[in-house]
């Protein structure tokens, strides 16, 4: 998982179901397409002041870094191997997070070229992912990062790898932020995958300038074939 949506304006009324007291925050936040690695993103986090939205740069930055950046791929993480890792288990212990999102962007490599495709929720609902959250403070400004957990999940849709991020049901978001210590295979055994579906996209979304909403548009094969021969091969910057 290298990119995803978050457009949640129009999705006030599930938010003030799910969220009563973050809503308006979620819904005033800015509707983005096309969110990449190094890019903001708004998460659901509590930072010793309550529950809040923030946004964080997407990429966890650890404390000890000697910079407000890290050399390594942190956008994900993976959920069995987290709570050992030195660069996540800090976070895995006691700074889980929420990001909402509308979808996010998969590429189908059984075919060549690869073909991107966007998976949502049949019920088009926003997704909840569960993430890790860190405050990188040596210097300036504190910075607030997150990365995605991620697992097998079978409940995605073919041809696309059955592998993605962890999807948390809109009923279990608290259980995940303030929990205790959490086992990863204790943790997946309680939750129940959303429903999914996937459709072909535009490969306009490997442009990391752009950011709108006729990224989420589906194609034809005319189109993608159209969309192919302006823009090249796919490029390694843009893979799952």
């Given at each position: 998982?290298?990119?995803?949506?978050?457009?949640?304006?129009?999705?006030?009324?599930?938010?003030?179901?799910?969220?009563?007291?973050?809503?308006?925050?979620?819904?005033?936040?800015?509707?983005?397409?096309?969110?990449?690695?190094?890019?903001?993103?708004?998460?659901?986090?509590?930072?010793?002041?309550?529950?809040?939205?923030?946004?964080?740069?997407?990429?966890?930055?650890?404390?000890?870094?000697?910079?407000?950046?890290?050399?390594?791929?942190?956008?994900?993480?993976?959920?069995?191997?987290?709570?050992?890792?030195?660069?996540?288990?800090?976070?895995?212990?006691?700074?889980?997070?929420?990001?909402?999102?509308?979808?996010?962007?998969?590429?189908?490599?059984?075919?060549?070229?690869?073909?991107?495709?966007?998976?949502?929720?049949?019920?088009?609902?926003?997704?909840?992912?569960?993430?890790?959250?860190?405050?990188?403070?040596?210097?300036?400004?504190p910075l607030y990062s997150f990365s995605i957990l991620t697992h097998l999940n079978p409940a995605i849709p073919p041809p696309l790898v059955a592998d993605g991020p962890v999807f948390v049901p809109p009923a279990q978001w608290r259980r995940w932020i303030e929990g205790a210590r959490w086992l990863p295979k204790r943790f997946l055994s309680g939750l129940k995958a959303p429903q999914l579906e996937a459709y072909r996209v535009s490969t306009a979304i490997r442009d990391p300038n752009r950011d709108d909403y006729t990224l989420l548009e589906p194609v034809s094969d005319a189109d993608e074939a159209a969309s192919y021969s302006k823009g090249g091969d796919v490029n390694e910057e843009f893979d799952d």
């Open positions: 998982m290298r990119r995803f949506a978050q457009a949640l304006s129009a999705e006030e009324a599930w938010l003030s179901r799910h969220f009563p007291t973050l809503s308006l925050a979620l819904v005033d936040a800015p509707d983005r397409y096309n969110v990449v690695g190094r890019g903001l993103a708004s998460v659901i986090l509590d930072i010793g002041e309550g529950l809040q939205v923030r946004d964080c740069v997407w990429g966890i930055v650890p404390p000890w870094s000697k910079e407000a950046t890290t050399r390594y791929s942190t956008v994900t993480a993976r959920m069995d191997r987290a709570a050992r890792s030195r660069m996540y288990r800090r976070a895995w212990e006691k700074q889980r997070c929420i990001v909402p999102i509308t979808g996010y962007y998969k590429w189908d490599r059984t075919v060549s070229p690869p073909r991107p495709y966007f998976i949502q929720s049949v019920a088009g609902t926003p997704l909840l992912l569960a993430g890790l959250w860190e405050c990188w403070d040596r210097d300036g400004p």
